[in-house]
C-alpha cells in the first residue's frame, strides 16, 4: 500500500527570498545540453506507440 504524501514544508523569511529569486531568475542551459535534451526528446517520440503531439 502506498505511504500518505506528506505536506510540503513553507518556507519563511530569507528562505523564502532565496526561493523566489532562484525561480525569477533560472540558470540558462548551456546550448549543447538543450540540444541533448531535444534529441532525447525526438527519440523517445518516434519510439512512442499511441502518441498524439
Given at each position: 500500500m ?45 519510439k512512442?506507440?499511441n502518441?498524439?503531439?
Amino acid at each position: 500500500m502506498a505511504r500518505p504524501i506528506k505536506e510540503t514544508p513553507m518556507l519563511y523569511g530569507e528562505e523564502a527570498l532565496q526561493f523566489e529569486m532562484r525561480m525569477m531568475d533560472p540558470l540558462p542551459i548551456p546550448p549543447e545540453m538543450l540540444e541533448n535534451i531535444l534529441n532525447d526528446y525526438e527519440f523517445l517520440r518516434t519510439k512512442c506507440v499511441n502518441c498524439s503531439f
